[in-house]
């Protein structure tokens, strides 16, 4: 386990580096109590046998992905097998077969997170369900004929569970089949062939294929019920279920040809109306994207209707509703900005070993964002990773030069910097 020393120091570089420190951001909240509480409920909800799908809509720095790291450690917390999967030039939504791949390669337990999943999944339901047919029909494994009975008894239970869940397919029930039989008989190229074919993967030779005996690949028509497929099995072994969170849901958005575009609405619609209508049992889908994502007409949610329709709902301005389908998340405003400066400060004070808070002191935090609101002529809410990255430098310079102050200009220019970011962060999320 990492000591507190480094998580902290992590945390430091991370953030001087506009990133979202991979642990130990927990140390950060600051101002979505509320946020965090209701999507612990939604969790809670999904564990007991519902579907959930919510959005997390905010412009770049605004805090989408820090929150979604939170849920990710609740839903851990809760027992949950957790899925992240970052859209991209490798990950477009429109290729379902594509983000089934990912969605189950990314799969990953509380106790193993760097570990991928999935094989430890199916092997677990397995090896339960080999133990109970032993127990029920009273096996005795060193008998060759009852380890005959039992492997006849494995391939009708195995096709009865995926029956149950409308999953039912001749290649997916006789992969699981050959890799039930290749890891019993060692044959580890066919294991393996057989549990990559399941994740999704293409490159499997044809030759290999056949000894598992399945055909083609898993496909856009199938993948969604494979995944409940899956999901169902992650229940079996007494998971809560499986929560997928889905980063740069906007690059949907930038998506050139339109029909491609609309076929990625399209499969987002599926899962919007699967979770609503039950289909996905135990599982919560999280997407997280730009404002243009949410409220472009010509490219954005909005220019599907059969999408827009299903997760559009009245918002009143200065109140919120926090069981609407999108969460709006804004930047910070100056209690929070002052809050997570003093978090930060103190950190930073632990990681260097030296007092933060007597050269960056609490009049210097107060002037610096101050200068900041009065810099920008309103009371704004400023997005939260570029205030820290430039407070980070500041505190860097003040702690390796003795001699360096931050003084009026200092502060103007540290100002200036913020600014800047900001709005080459803005200016990315709206470039197509």
Known sequence: ML??????????????????PQEGFEELIVGRAEEINMFD???????????????????????????????????????????????????KFNKLENVYFKIVDGMRTCNYRDIPAFEYILQEWLNRLEEKIRYDEELNPLNPDDQQKLNRVMDKEIEKVLQSVGAYSASFTNAIRGYYQAFKNRENDVKNGAVGWLKGEKNIPHQLKKQFNVKGNISKENALNFLNAIVNLIVEIEYAGLVVVIDEAEMIHN?????????????????VDGTMNNE???????????????????????????LSERIA???????????????????????QLTEVSYKVRDIHSKVYNWEANKKMTNEVVDNLIDRMMTRFDIEIKTLPREFLKVFIDELDLLQQNPGYNLQDESLDKAVKRVEE????????SHAI
């Open 3 to 20: 000591n507190a020393n480094f998580s902290y120091e992590s945390i430091i570089r991370a953030l001087k580096n506009g990133v979202v």
């Open 41 to 91: 409920k939604e969790l809670d909800y999904v564990s007991r046998g519902g579907g959930s799908t919510k959005f997390l809509q905010g412009e770049y720095g605004s805090g989408k992905t820090f929150l979604a790291r939170v849920i990710r450690e609740k839903a851990w917390e809760k027992n949950f097998v957790v899925s992240w999967v970052e859209l991209g030039r490798d990950v």
């Open 255 to 271: 998506i050139t040809r339109s029909d491609f575009r609309n076929e990625a609405y399209e499969n987002l619609r599926k899962i």
């Open 280 to 306: 996905f049992n135990n599982t919560f889908f999280l997407f997280a994207g730009t404002e243009t994502f949410f409220t472009d007409e010509e490219r954005g949610i909005p220019s599907y209707q059969a």
């Open 313 to 335: 709902s009245i918002e009143k301005e200065g109140f919120k509703d926090l069981r609407r389908p999108v969460i709006s998340l804004s930047g910070f405003d100056r209690e």
């Open 421 to 428: 970011l900001s709005k080459e962060e803005i200016g990315e």
